[in-house]
């Protein structure tokens, strides 16, 4: 009796706390659609080699890989970059560092290691204007991956 008692209670407090909700969907910004490179990958119009996909990230290979392994991992919303963060749902953000490892560990390089980069702005040579993560390694990675370019003046 006490344990039928006891569900009827945990019943009616889940009842009326009101309906379970799902986990937030992510969306894309139709608007960024058009000019938007990854935004097109995330929409299926244009081309990706994808290695993982959930509701929140997407993450396929670089087209011009400077690594054995180098791919990127991007929020299906978009944003510009990671001065942006702040867009995205606390979900979002904990799926982008998560699918980092995830990836890195289907890619077989979890355990020798790997970098997990990501530019932002113009002097950081951020180039695709939707906020990305490059996951790289396979490989020896040069030790100092921040080295001013001496071929330019301050």
Not at 23 to 51: E, L
Not at 80 to 90: N, P, T
Not at 113 to 141: C, P
């Amino acid at each position: 009796m006490r344990r039928v008692l006891s569900l009827l209670a945990a019943l009616t407090l889940a009842a009326s706390q009101g309906p379970a909700t799902a986990p937030p969907k992510a969306t894309v910004n139709p608007a960024a659609q058009a000019d938007c490179v990854f935004c097109r990958i995330v929409a299926g119009t244009a081309p990706s080699r994808k290695v993982y996909e959930d509701q929140y990230v997407l993450a396929f290979w670089d087209i011009r890989p400077r690594a054995k392994v180098h791919l990127l991992v991007i929020p299906k919303q978009h944003v510009a970059s990671l001065k942006e963060l702040d867009d995205l749902s606390v979900e979002a953000r904990a799926a982008l560092l998560s699918a980092c490892v995830k990836v890195a560990r289907e890619q077989g390089i979890l355990d020798e290691g790997f970098r997990v980069i990501t530019n932002t702005g113009k002097d950081a040579s951020q180039s695709v204007f939707h906020l990305h993560f490059h996951v790289v390694g396979g490989e020896k990675l040069r030790e100092d991956a921040i080295t001013k370019d001496p071929t330019k003046t301050p």
